[in-house]
């Protein structure tokens, strides 16, 4: 599982207060969550899987790297059966 997150920057506009972008499973192409960029005060709200993954961070690269700690806790959980059948045979 790969996460795609989509950067916006929040110096210039149209007087918009927030922006969402969604965030996308790059290996199903489906959508699995949103990143909200607030600008007024400039923080970044990303919720993932319903809900379930949630964070509220000040920077851009924050939020990805809770997006890339999400990815790797579920990709080691899909390892882990995988790795557990192989000893088993």
């Given at each position: 599982?790969?996460?795609?997150?989509?950067?916006?920057?929040?110096?210039?506009?149209?007087?918009?207060?927030?922006?969402?972008?969604?965030?996308t499973?790059?290996?199903?192409g489906?959508?699995?969550?949103?990143?909200?960029?607030?600008?007024?005060?400039?923080?970044r709200r990303?919720?993932?899987?319903?809900?379930?993954?949630?964070?509220?961070?000040k920077?851009?690269?924050?939020?990805?790297?809770?997006?890339?700690?999400?990815?790797a806790?579920?990709?080691?959980?899909?390892?882990?059966?995988?790795?557990?059948a192989?000893?088993?045979?």
């Open positions: 599982m790969q996460l795609l997150l989509q950067n916006i920057d929040m110096r210039g506009g149209d007087g918009d207060s927030y922006w969402m972008t969604k965030v499973d790059k290996d199903t489906k959508e699995v969550g949103t990143l909200r960029h607030e600008r007024s005060p400039a923080v990303i919720s993932l899987y319903g809900g379930k993954y949630h964070g509220k961070f920077t851009f690269d924050e939020c990805a790297a809770f997006a890339r700690g999400v990815e806790v579920f990709n080691q959980m899909v390892e882990l059966p995988d790795a557990e192989q000893q088993a045979a």
